[in-house]
Nanobody
Framework: QMHLVESGGGLVQPGGSLRLSCAAS????????IGWFRQAPGKEREGVSC????????DYAHSVKGRFTISREHAKNTVYLQMNSLKPEDTAVYYC??????????????????????WGQGTQVTVSS
């Protein structure tokens, strides 16, 4: 039904920035909450941020508030995660995922992602000097 592809990961020094992209095909992201998640080696998956694609409402994990910004571009059916002031503890594989919520004004909340319906393949982010 839906295919999600992440891109934009790479190696960056502490304090640097990266912008991740999540491009969707097959279905419009309208009626979905799009979440960004990350998983570091030996750790559980962690929710980072999420956005209601229809109304633009957002949420962030406490660990990234003030540093990361999630946004959407309707014409490209794409969600972005701008990551600034990166820290070594941000190192992980980053995934985007889509959760169907319907045409409702829903305040998304960051979770571990078990309720999401579609997942991308992930992109590696490494923060190291």
């Amino acid at each position: 039904q839906m295919h999600l592809v992440e891109s934009g990961g790479g190696l960056v020094q502490p304090g640097g920035s990266l912008r991740l992209s999540c491009a969707a095909s097959g279905l419009s992201l309208d009626y979905y909450v799009i979440g960004w998640f990350r998983q570091a080696p030996g750790k559980e998956r962690e929710g980072v941020s999420c956005i209601n694609f229809s109304d633009g409402t957002i949420d962030y994990a406490h660990s990234v508030k003030g540093r990361f910004t999630i946004s959407r571009e309707h014409a490209k059916n794409t969600v972005y995660l701008q990551m600034n002031s990166l820290k070594p503890e941000d190192t992980a594989v980053y995934y985007c995922a889509a959760e169907f919520v319907g045409p409702f004004t829903v305040q998304p909340i960051v979770t571990d992602g078990d309720e999401y319906d579609y997942w991308g393949q992930g992109t590696q982010v490494t923060v190291s000097s």
